[in-house]
DNA sequence: ATGCCGTGGAAACCACGA
């Protein structure tokens, strides 16, 4: 079973590089985030002509997650992050797809530092951890992906002293991601690949992607019933080379 | 040292992203 998480920028305008990529790659599984569409303009009946089934969460303009699957049943857990009712972005989904758990995320960006965005993201990150509490504990396999907007280490960004007042890589940033991470994850990426130098995303300009200058950001951790079902990762690294291409590259895992 | 590019929505620019 293929899981695999991409950050599209734009559901509408990266309807083609979507589809192409679907067609390509055959996931079982799809998390998308950064939709930038309201419910009503998720383009559905695209994505099913190629077999798959969706659940969405949309929002005007901003954020927005969504499951696909091919051919498995999928049964939508929540589509907001508990804690903060007031919280009304669409940053969270979760579902049980073939009787594992999928919590597909995109977590605020927050910059600029130090500001109320910044903050936002810690509070946002918080919420997340409490709820990822309930998660990594289960019996169930338990997959938490999507668009973390953290590089965990220096290894997971090409120039790390040009980053360390960014809000993807501040100090309280990472120890927040070590926090959730103390609980009992495992980033699939580097269980596999401990050393690598392995990117998820790169800018648009300055030809970041032809240069390497990228960063680590989107991830997958597994809970200990699904970790010890991991077989495979990687990036689509190709993917991001392609024409009107999304910043993001796909990452993907193959399970047992 | 920096949105230099890209998307969406509104309005011929702006907010936002990482």
Not at 146 to 175: H, Q, S
Not at 220 to 230: E, V, Y
């Amino acid at each position: 079973m293929k899981i695999a998480t991409y950050n599209v920028n734009g559901v509408n305008g990266r309807l083609p590089v979507l589809l192409r990529w679907l067609a390509e790659t055959q996931p079982d599984v799809a998390c998308l985030q950064e939709l930038k569409a309201p419910q009503e303009k998720f383009p559905e009946a695209a994505i099913k002509e190629l077999g798959y089934s969706a659940i969405w969460h949309g929002q005007k303009s901003w954020n927005g997650v969504a499951i696909l699957t091919k051919g498995l049943p999928m049964e939508e857990r929540r589509r907001v992050l508990p804690g903060d009712p007031e919280d009304l972005h669409s940053r969270y989904i979760e579902a049980s797809v073939n009787g594992i758990i999928i919590g597909n995320l995109y977590l605020p960006n927050g910059n600029p530092y130090p500001g109320e965005k910044f903050e936002y993201k810690l509070r946002w990150f918080k919420r997340l951890t409490e709820h990822a509490a309930t998660l990594v504990s289960l019996q169930t396999p338990v997959v938490l992906t999507g668009d973390f907007n953290v590089m965990p280490t220096e290894l997971d960004v090409y120039k790390p002293e040009r980053w360390v007042n960014d809000a993807l890589f501040r100090i309280e940033t990472r120890t927040a991601f070590q926090d959730l991470m103390k609980q009992g994850w495992t980033d699939a990426i580097r269980k596999l690949y401990p050393k690598e130098v392995i990117y998820t995303f790169w800018d648009y300009f300055r030809d970041a992607y032809g240069r390497n200058a990228g960063l680590r950001i989107d991830h997958f951790l597994l809970n200990p019933p699904m970790q010890k079902r991991l077989r495979q990762a990687a990036v689509d690294r190709h993917v991001r080379g392609w024409e009107k291409s999304s910043d993001h590259a796909p990452v993907w895992i193959e399970i047992e």
